[in-house]
């Protein structure tokens, strides 16, 4: 390999972001384990107290945080990826179903901007290129945002050979 293109080689990053979910599925069975344990004892003591009916309730509260986990496990497994190479930056995002949408910048016209919103303090990432704005890392917190900016554009700046 010449050293062009070991050069080049080096100068491609990848970002691959992910949403954060603290609870594995692991702890997803015993979280449920205890609910369903609670709820099934607590509808034993209403059915020997005589008011049968609402056990039902029980196991639709069971069912209910079931499906809202499981929305949540779904929407966790989208992400985005940031590739960055000396011609291009390759922002491609896949949503939970798999579906793919990626947009292309100019490496030497792109640039990242971390702006803050006055009303609730919140900030958010844009990937910004001749008028044109890209937001992405919606699902980061506002500290994995902060963190990531000054890093893309390092990046960045490393891809077009830049010397800092």
Do not use: C
Not at 100 to 118: E, G, I
Not at 132 to 145: A, N
């Amino acid at each position: 390999m010449d050293e062009n293109a070991l050069a080049t080689q080096s100068r491609h990053q990848q970002f691959i972001l992910h949403p954060h979910r603290s609870l594995t599925p692991r702890g997803f069975m015993i979280v449920m384990a205890a609910i369903g344990a609670v709820s099934f004892a607590a509808g034993v003591m209403f059915v020997l107290m005589g008011a049968w009916p609402v056990t039902g309730f029980f196991g639709l509260d069971v069912g209910l945080i079931y499906w809202a986990f499981k929305a949540n496990f779904r929407s966790g497994r989208m992400f985005e990826t940031i590739d960055v190479t000396p011609q291009s930056l390759t922002l491609t995002r896949v949503d939970p179903k798999g579906h793919r949408q990626s947009f292309d910048f100019n490496s030497y016209w792109v640039r990242v901007r971390l702006t803050q919103d006055a009303a609730d303090g919140r900030n958010s990432l844009r990937l910004a290129m001749h008028g044109r704005e890209v937001p992405f890392g919606q699902f980061l917190t506002d500290d994995e945002r902060a963190e990531l900016a000054p890093a893309l554009t390092h990046a960045i700046l490393a891809a077009r050979g830049a010397h800092f």
